[in-house]
């Protein structure tokens, strides 16, 4: 089923019965929102119990819906699951299972990048969907992810089509680390290697 389905049912396990699943969900776009450094796209936001959150995605939704949209559901396209993830996102910062809701600050970014290049220093790096001026900032970069030390994955890799079986086929044998505030959501239900030092709550 994979890595965001997977986090469905552990967001479903864990609010079951709390009344979470009874309240409102805003789905929305903020044109205002200045993205992750890593990610490129309109920033949608969701919106639930006075947490706003956000997640990156060249296609966004506009809706009122419930976290129970999720649950069971087959999330077969790019915007359904990045609808999820941004529920995801909010309902993990909502319920305190994670810190980073909303991207850091622009003037963050010098310092965000020249750690993660010191993080990755002397690797070869597999991000398909990092910003190319961004990607060639972190040193060598693979096209083929068979060729990399490291898998780095955001928001549009994570709900991408090939996204998802990538991770599964390279866990355990590659390291593979989430970054920017759209993966916040998956990365802290599935304990994964997750950075954004620099993100807000």
């Known amino acids: 089923m994979g890595i965001i389905h997977d986090a469905v049912k552990k967001i479903e396990e864990i609010a079951k019965n709390t009344g979470c699943e009874d309240g409102n969900i805003v789905l929305r ?7 992750c450094q890593y990610e490129k796209g309109a920033c949608m936001e969701a919106a639930f119990g006075g ?15 419930r976290m129970g949209f999720m649950f069971g559901a087959t999330l077969d396209n790019v915007p359904k699951r990045a609808a999820a ?19 850091c600050p622009r003037e963050c970014h010098t310092a965000c990048l020249a750690h993660l290049k010191r993080e990755l220093a002397g690797k070869s ?7 190319g ?12 992810p068979d060729q990399a030390d ?5 928001g549009a890799a994570l709900v991408s089509d090939q996204g998802p079986a990538l991770i ?3 866990s355990g044998s590659k390291r593979i680390l989430f970054v920017a505030p759209s ?14 030092p620099y993100g807000r709550a």
């Open 29 to 35: 776009v903020n044109p205002d929102c200045i993205p």
């Open 125 to 131: 790096v597999f991000c398909q969907e990092v910003p």
């Open 150 to 154: 490291v898998l780095l994955i955001n």
């Open 85 to 103: 993830c941004a529920i995801l996102n909010v309902m993990t910062g909502f319920l305190c299972i994670s810190r980073v809701t909303k991207a």
């Open 183 to 196: 993966n916040a959501g998956v990365a802290s239900l599935q304990d994964r290697e997750y950075w954004c």
């Open 133 to 144: 001026h961004v990607a060639e900032k972190l040193g060598h970069v693979t096209k083929n």
């Open 51 to 65: 947490r706003v959150a956000e997640f990156v995605t060249r296609d966004p939704l506009r809706a009122t819906t």
């Open 168 to 170: 599964e086929k390279y």
